[in-house]
T-cell receptor, first 114, second 112 residues
Framework: DAGVIQSPRHEVTEMGQEVTLRCKPI?????LFWYRQTMMRGLELLIY????????DSGMPEDRFSAKMPNASFSTLKIQPSEPRDSAVYFC????????????FGNGTRLTVT | GQQVMQIPQYQHVQEGEDFTTYCNSS?????IQWYKQRPGGHPVFLIQ?????EVKKQKRLTFQFGEAKKNSSLHITATQTTDVGTYFC????????????FGKGTLLTVNP
């Protein structure tokens, strides 16, 4: 089991540029979550998917953020255009279908927008 | 929406001292999970509590779930330098929403 795989590990970009973060969940996991972590706000849930379908995107900050899950083994989080306040660590996590199943987090992507 | 509050925000102890972090939810939870994040790392699942009043132990760590299922605590006995990290509680409401809401965590540092 390779765990949840995120790429890139680090991303530095200029304000206004498009940023795409990628995630490969653990095989067989039916839920996928995108979290953002900052010192001020902690771990915030942005969106989660069940069987590739977005279920709750109420945490997505604004229209600049979008997330897709075209298949069971791949998801993207896109920010367009990026702004300095988007700088954070973005985590992807996956879990099994069982309701009380724990989340398995990837190593995260540290995004810096200058 | 659901809020999960966690205190203290920071805790510095001498090695060998005990440590406790507390978690309170604005709503009744169906279950609560605890995670540990080492500096520079990602959150790692520790344990889950489901039943009212439940107590679980993992070596020096003791986890409790309140009778009303709105609060929880994590207690570490005789801290070690390997306990350093941020401890998060995360709660889930009942119903169909699978959303897991995290507290802001307690950063534990241990002086050897």
């Amino acid at each position: 089991d390779a765990g949840v795989i995120q790429s890139p590990r680090h991303e530095v970009t200029e304000m206004g540029q498009e940023v795409t973060l990628r995630c490969k969940p653990i095989s067989g996991h039916d839920y996928l979550f995108w979290y953002r972590q900052t010192m001020m706000r902690g771990l915030e849930l942005l969106i989660y998917f069940n069987n590739n379908v977005p279920i709750d995107d109420s945490g997505m900050p604004e229209d600049r953020f979008s997330a897709k899950m075209p298949n069971a083994s791949f998801s993207t989080l896109k920010i367009q255009p990026s702004e300095p306040r988007d700088s954070a660590v973005y985590f992807c996590a996956s879990s099994e279908q069982r309701r009380n199943s724990p989340l398995h987090f990837g190593n995260g992507t540290r995004l810096t927008v200058t | 929406g659901q809020q999960v509050m966690q205190i203290p925000q920071y805790q510095h102890v001498q090695e060998g001292e005990d440590f406790t972090t507390y978690c309170n939810s604005s709503t009744t939870l169906s279950n609560i999970q605890w995670y540990k994040q080492r500096p520079g790392g990602h959150p790692v699942f520790l344990i889950q509590l489901v039943k009212s009043g439940e107590v679980k132990k993992q070596k020096r760590l003791t986890f409790q779930f309140g009778e009303a299922k709105k609060n929880s605590s994590l207690h570490i006995t005789a801290t070690q330098t390997t306990d350093v990290g941020t401890y998060f509680c995360a709660g889930r409401n009942g119903g169909s929403n699978y959303k897991l809401t995290f507290g802001k965590g307690t950063l534990l540092t241990v002086n050897p």
